[in-house]
């Protein structure tokens, strides 16, 4: 099994992440103005209302959903502040201590998602930049080998882009600032849509949501609202990774707050993935299995079994296609993950 973190390096991580938080709304809100609490299908969420001199009108931003932590965080926000160059050191010393950091290219494309507002208004991050993040949220250190990327993947639901009612700022234009060679790859999906970004070096930017709708439809790119001028590819079995994502840091700069999902679903996902990789990507269905695998076992050595039992009833109650392709999956894991994942699922679930 992976090796733990030192403790006092997983409580920097924290303090790094609380402070990431703090920052974001000094930086990515207006200076001045107030917040102000909404309730919409029955839950309450946070906005933040200021003047924008330049419309003569009040501009209202999206802040997140009213928890505990994000409540108290407003209640003390004029005593915040942005501390760039702490929270710098702090990012240099856990990369320095071993937590996993994306190379400096996708630290600046993560950057510039965050600059067009993507991460405040729920967009997800999947794949293996996601993955890359759990080893400061176990505290365990995860297999390098399977960390390697050249590309990265956002999601969100069609739900919350229509339900958050602001949009981000074009995402193309926030990415030529990282490398002016960016552009939409053309589909033959939507003579209109794209749903992916590309460079001249061939790294791509994809945007993704759950598929939704009638069979026959669901390869169609859709819109979404808050993210303008891209189409979405529409994904089986996403709704089920990006339910109660996970909020964090990626360690780039000063640390760039990101959601991604929680691992112990994006454990279970790996496991579907797995079995619908065809052709060429058979190779990326041993990176799935082993991102699987790797994260089964860390969270056992960190004691969350019931989390990870969880995640496995959901997925294995959601029919017989979710069952025949967690089976599939499951034979898939190397021994050690195989056997470790059977003593925490019932019996009839594997």
């Known amino acids: 099994m992976a090796d733990a973190f030192d403790p006092a390096f997983v409580t920097l991580f924290a303090e790094l992440v609380e402070r990431v938080s703090d920052a974001g709304l000094i930086e990515d809100l207006p ?15 946070w906005y933040h209302r200021a003047y924008n001199r330049a419309t003569g009108k009040d501009t209202v931003r999206y802040v997140g959903p009213a928890t505990v932590a994000l409540s108290a965080r407003i ?23 071993g937590f996993p950091a994306p190379d400096a290219f996708t630290g600046e494309v993560i950057a510039a998602m965050t600059r067009a507002g993507l991460f405040r208004l729920r967009a997800c991050l999947v794949g293996t ?5 759990y080893p400061a949220l176990l505290g365990l250190r995860l297999p390098a080998a399977a960390m390697r990327t050249e590309d990265v993947d956002i999601a969100q639901f069609h739900a919350i882009a229509v339900g958050i009612g602001e949009a981000a700022e074009p995402l193309l234009a926030r990415l030529k600032e990282v490398d002016a060679s960016f552009a939409p790859v053309p589909s033959l999906k939507s003579p209109v849509l794209s749903s992916a970004l590309r460079n001249a070096r061939g790294y791509r930017v994809e945007l993704l949501t759950p598929h939704q709708g ?13 993210v303008p001028g891209l189409g979405a590819q529409p994904l089986r079995f996403l709704d089920y990774l990006l339910y109660g994502e996970v909020p964090t840091v990626v360690l780039h700069g000063p ?14 996902h790996k496991l579907i993935v797995a079995t619908r990789r065809v052709g060429a990507g058979r190779l990326k269905a041993a990176k799935d299995a082993a991102q699987a695998g790797s994260l089964i076992e860390a969270l056992l050595a ?6 990870l039992r969880d995640a496995w009833d959901d997925a294995w109650g959601r029919g017989p296609q979710w069952r025949q392709a967690l089976t599939r999956g499951r034979a898939r894991l190397a021994p050690e993950a195989a056997e470790a994942l059977a003593g925490v699922v019932e019996p009839g679930a594997v």
């Open 302 to 307: 960190t004691r969350q079994a019931d989390l």
């Open 31 to 45: 200076p001045g103005g107030t917040f102000e609490q909404r309730t919409i299908n029955g839950r309450e969420y």
């Open 129 to 133: 930049v996601a993955y890359q993040s």
């Open 75 to 97: 209640d003390r926000h004029r005593s915040l502040k942005p501390d760039i160059r702490g929270r710098r050191q702090l990012v240099s010393t856990l990369k320095r201590a």
């Open 214 to 226: 009638a069979e026959e439809r669901g390869d169609d790119l859709v819109p979404l609202p808050s």
């Open 255 to 268: 640390g760039i707050a990101v959601n991604v999902p929680a691992p112990e679903r994006y454990a279970v």
